[in-house]
Structures are given as structure tokens and as C-alpha cells.
């Protein structure tokens, strides 16, 4: 008899949404975090598949909601050979027009610590404190985890599964066996920090995100409420030398640099309250992973791969992972499909998944084409028509078609109808031949009907 059913390390949004909806499917979870919430996070532009699909499911789309985060509609993009400054919708697109078409820019400090009290009200036993030291194993599967409580002391857990979600400094991830490789064509750097206010755009876009190309790089400018932005400049490595040295002349420089944010910061002051009055560098974090999971133990968002931010989608793939996982895992538990085929399914979808972002952004980042080009692109690695597949991908719905299966949903549409209709959503077809299918409540997987 184990100590729990599925331990989850971590506590952020990739953590939380595994451990509530394994917990709310009746399963004994213990979430490990080390540290205690609120706590600062990057990553504050969502998607709407993780707004109206994962929060749906969790239940707590209405408590986002409720907590006032700025709605973000779409983005504008200073990109490529355009001169001009080009917009999308999310609401242009089919998939998610109505009451979907938005997302929303948030406080990660508050976002992370709703997502992470859900899961306690879910059922999971959340311990804040704790930091996980590695795992315990037997033969060859994982078995469990060791780790330090509050008081400093060594203890384990034992679980029949293992869900890594501690982030790209996760400790754990080379216990699944393979590599972790970073993406040699976004070797990019990141400085970052936050201004008190800021232009916005005319509404209905005063919420969208901006990014801007620069000779170096590409700015990020996402107002998180009328009286803060976040801003950040992505430098391209060859240039990583503007990054070294003093970050707060290197970071007026950058600005400097981009007319566009230049301007939308005139005359504004800096943040000066903690968590938002320091510069931060972040480097090396887009990489992807040979392996995603062993038996025992399945790694989730950060833990298993990011690809760069330009299109906002490591929450979202953090989230839809997680959901992956615990489809899994609520499966094999329930007794219900083979535990081999839930986790080949997991793999194959969020390989899917994560390798449209990165196929896609290869061409995003050739800044010599325009807005035209990035379109089609857009449309040539999802297999869609050229202005839907760019807003779909964007927004985390998009779509792609198999030879003998005629049109398949990706995740993120089937996520966001399944939240907004539960079971009247009805049957979903397999993403891949011989796949599997989500249930109706969307928490399991089961084998379709022949
Ligand atoms: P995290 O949010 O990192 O959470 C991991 C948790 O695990 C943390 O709370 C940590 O304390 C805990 N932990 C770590 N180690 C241990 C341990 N040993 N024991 C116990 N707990 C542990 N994403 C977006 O969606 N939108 C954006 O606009 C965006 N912008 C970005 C900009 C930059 C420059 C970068 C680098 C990333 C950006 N991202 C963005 C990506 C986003 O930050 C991540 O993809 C997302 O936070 C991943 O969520 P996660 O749950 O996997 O990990």
C-alpha cells in the first residue's frame, strides 16, 4: 500500500491543475511546493484555451474571473518587414468567438495561488515549504519521493505515480531517462521588469499584448493593470553581450532601442514594491525533452520543455500537459485503459502539441517577412487556411487535419468546449489512429466506440 495515489511537485500551474483533477476524480494526492504562495512568477499573458478550458474544468473559471485580471483580447505585433503595427482578434476565429475570445494578463502571484487553493479544495493535500530532493525508485519505476518538510526534516512519500511540475529548475527530470536539449535556434535572453502605468491601446485592445521587433531582439509590453506593466526585452544571443554589465543600463538601452515601447513608457516611473522592483535575466529556457514520462512517473509543463514566449504559451502548455497527465493517471487508477497506451497518448499529445508552437515560431522569427508570410506559415504547419490557423495558434485552439480522419479538433477548441458545455459537448475523435479519446467530463481516457 503506498503513501498516496500520485504525489505532484510543484505548485504552479502545471502542479495544481494535475493534483486537482486527479484529487476531484477521488484519488489520494499530495502536492509538494517549496515555496509558500504568493510567489513571484514570469509568464503573465494567457491563452484563452487555458482560461475557458483547464479553468472550466478545475472549476474555477468564475473565481478568475471574479478576481479582476485584465482581459486580454488579442496582441499587436511591430513585426517583420512591416513597418506598421498589425493586430489579431482572438474573436476572428471561429473556434473562439463568442464568449471565448479573450484571455487574461495576470498577476502571477495571485493567478498561481487561486490555481493552488483549488487544488486543495479539490481534495489535494497541499504542503507549501516542502522541497522534493529526488525521487525513490524500484527496479524500473519511480515509487515515490524524498523530500525536505517544513522543519527541515528528511522524509519520503510513496505514490504510484510521480507527477514532476517543478519548473525548468527541476531537480527531477532526468529520472525519466533521455535528454533535455535546447533549441539551438532560440538561444535567446530575457530582461525583464515592470513600470508603474504606461500608454495603452485604444479599446477594446487597451488589454492586448504588444511585441515589438528591435534590431536586437523583441520587447514584450502586457499591461497587467492600469497602473502596471510588464515589460521585457528577448535579445538574440549574438547580441547577449547588451544584456551583460549593469541591468539597469543595459535594460534603458534596449528600450532606447524600440521606438514603439520607448514611447509607451514615456515619462513613467518604474515599480518600486517587491515583487516588481528588480530587473530579472533569464536564459536557456527553451528546450524540449526525449523523454517525457517512465513508468511511475510523467513530467508536466516546464519540467518537460518551453519554447520561447512570443506567443504566450507556457501556462497554456503547462496546464494542457497537466491535464494529459491526469488523464493518464485517473485511467490506469480507475482500471479502466492499459497504462502503457494512457501514457503513449500523453507523449504523442503533447509532443503534438508543444512541436506546433515550436514549428511555427521558426518561421515567426525570420523578421525579414511579413505579416502575410507568417499567416501562411501559420496555415502550412497546422493544415488549416492561413489567417484561422494563425489567430487558432495563437490562441491555443489550433486544428489540424489526418489523412483519414477528416478534421480533428486540437485540444485546446475540444478544452474550451468541453468547458463551457460539459457532458453536452459530446464524443471527440481521436487525435491520432488507434488513439484514445477524453471521457465527457474530460478528467479520463477511454477507448471509442469501433
Ligand atoms: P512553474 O510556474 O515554474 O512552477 C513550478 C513550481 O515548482 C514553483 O512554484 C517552484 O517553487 C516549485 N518547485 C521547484 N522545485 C521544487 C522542488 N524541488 N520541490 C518542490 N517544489 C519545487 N508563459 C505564458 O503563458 N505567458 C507568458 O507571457 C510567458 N512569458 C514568459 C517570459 C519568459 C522570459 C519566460 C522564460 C517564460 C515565459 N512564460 C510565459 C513561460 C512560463 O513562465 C512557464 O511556462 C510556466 O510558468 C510553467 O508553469 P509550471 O507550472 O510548469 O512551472
Same mark, same amino acid.
Given at each position: 500500500m503506498t503513501d498516496f495515489d500520485v504525489v505532484v511537485v510543484g505548485g504552479g500551474p502545471g502542479g495544481s491543475t494535475a493534483a486537482g483533477l486527479v484529487a476531484a476524480d477521488g484519488h489520494r494526492v499530495l502536492l509538494l511546493e517549496q515555496e509558500h504562495l504568493p510567489r513571484y512568477r514570469i509568464g503573465?499573458?494567457?491563452?484563452?484555451?487555458?482560461?475557458?478550458?483547464?479553468?472550466?474544468?478545475?472549476?474555477?473559471?468564475?473565481?478568475?474571473?471574479?478576481?479582476?485580471?485584465?482581459?486580454?483580447?488579442?496582441?499587436?505585433f511591430r513585426w517583420g518587414s512591416d513597418p506598421e503595427p498589425w493586430t489579431f482578434a482572438f474573436a476572428a476565429s471561429d473556434r473562439m468567438a463568442g464568449p471565448t475570445?479573450?484571455?487574461?494578463?495576470?498577476?502571477?502571484?495571485?493567478?498561481?495561488?487561486?490555481?493552488?487553493?483549488n487544488a486543495s479544495r479539490l481534495g489535494a493535500d497541499v504542503r507549501e515549504g516542502h522541497r522534493v530532493l529526488g525521487t525513490?525508485?524500484? #527496479?524500473?519505476?519511480? +515509487?515515490?519521493? %524524498?523530500? $525536505?518538510d517544513e522543519t527541515g526534516r528528511e522524509r519520503a512519500a510513496t505514490a504510484r505515480f510521480v507527477v514532476d511540475a517543478s519548473g525548468h529548475t527541476s531537480r527531477l527530470h532526468h529520472d525519466v531517462g533521455g535528454a533535455r536539449e535546447y533549441a539551438r535556434d532560440f538561444r535567446n535572453l530575457a530582461l525583464f521588469g515592470y513600470f508603474r502605468g504606461g500608454a495603452r491601446l485604444p479599446e477594446p485592445d487597451a488589454?492586448?499584448?504588444?511585441?515589438?521587433?528591435?534590431?536586437?531582439?523583441?520587447?514584450?509590453?502586457?499591461?497587467?493593470s492600469a497602473s502596471l506593466t510588464s515589460v521585457g526585452a528577448v535579445v538574440?544571443?549574438?547580441?547577449?553581450?547588451?544584456?551583460? #554589465?549593469?541591468?539597469? +543600463?543595459?535594460? %534603458?538601452? $534596449?528600450?532606447?532601442?524600440?521606438?514603439?515601447?520607448?514611447?509607451?513608457?514615456?515619462?513613467?516611473?518604474?515599480?518600486?514594491?517587491?515583487?516588481?522592483?528588480?530587473?530579472?535575466?533569464?536564459?536557456d529556457y527553451s528546450y524540449d525533452r526525449t523523454s517525457l514520462c517512465c513508468p511511475g512517473m510523467a513530467l508536466v509543463g516546464d519540467a518537460a520543455c518551453f519554447i520561447d514566449p512570443v506567443f504566450s504559451s507556457g501556462v497554456h502548455l503547462a496546464t494542457y500537459s497537466a491535464l494529459l497527465a491526469a488523464r493518464s493517471i485517473n485511467s490506469t487508477l480507475a482500471g479502466l485503459v492499459p497504462e502503457e497506451?494512457?501514457?503513449?497518448?500523453?507523449?504523442?499529445?503533447?509532443?503534438?502539441?508543444?512541436?506546433?508552437? %515550436?514549428?511555427?515560431?521558426?518561421?515567426f522569427y525570420r523578421l525579414e517577412a511579413d505579416q502575410r508570410s507568417y499567416y501562411r506559415h501559420a496555415g502550412h504547419?497546422?493544415?488549416r487556411d492561413d489567417r484561422t490557423a494563425f489567430l487558432d495558434l495563437v490562441g491555443g485552439v489550433s486544428s489540424t487535419d489526418f489523412?483519414?480522419?477528416?478534421?480533428?479538433?486540437?485540444?485546446?477548441?475540444q478544452l474550451q468546449m468541453r468547458g463551457l458545455l460539459g457532458e453536452d459537448a459530446g464524443a471527440e475523435p481521436p487525435m491520432f489512429p488507434g488513439g484514445l479519446v477524453s471521457t465527457s467530463d474530460g478528467r479520463r481516457w477511454q477507448v471509442p466506440d469501433a
Open positions: 503573465e499573458s494567457l491563452l484563452p484555451a487555458t482560461v475557458h478550458g483547464i479553468c472550466a474544468l478545475l472549476g474555477v473559471r468564475d473565481e478568475v474571473e471574479r478576481a479582476g485580471f485584465v482581459r486580454k483580447r488579442g496582441g499587436m475570445s479573450y484571455a487574461y494578463q495576470v498577476e502571477r502571484t495571485r493567478f498561481d495561488t487561486i490555481l493552488l487553493r525513490l525508485r524500484d #527496479g524500473g519505476r519511480i +515509487t515515490g519521493v %524524498r523530500y $525536505l488589454g492586448n499584448i504588444v511585441c515589438a521587433a528591435f534590431g536586437d531582439g523583441w520587447f514584450w509590453y502586457i499591461p497587467l538574440r544571443r549574438d547580441a547577449a553581450a547588451r544584456v551583460q #554589465g549593469d541591468p539597469e +543600463t543595459a535594460f %534603458r538601452g $534596449l528600450i532606447a532601442d524600440c521606438p514603439l515601447v520607448r514611447d509607451f513608457l514615456h515619462g513613467v516611473p518604474r515599480a518600486t514594491e517587491p515583487p516588481y522592483d528588480r530587473l530579472r535575466v533569464r536564459k497506451r494512457c501514457f503513449a497518448e500523453f507523449e504523442a499529445r503533447y509532443r503534438r502539441e508543444f512541436g506546433l508552437f %515550436r514549428d511555427f515560431l521558426r518561421g504547419v497546422t493544415g489523412d483519414t480522419l477528416g478534421e480533428v479538433l486540437a485540444e485546446g477548441a
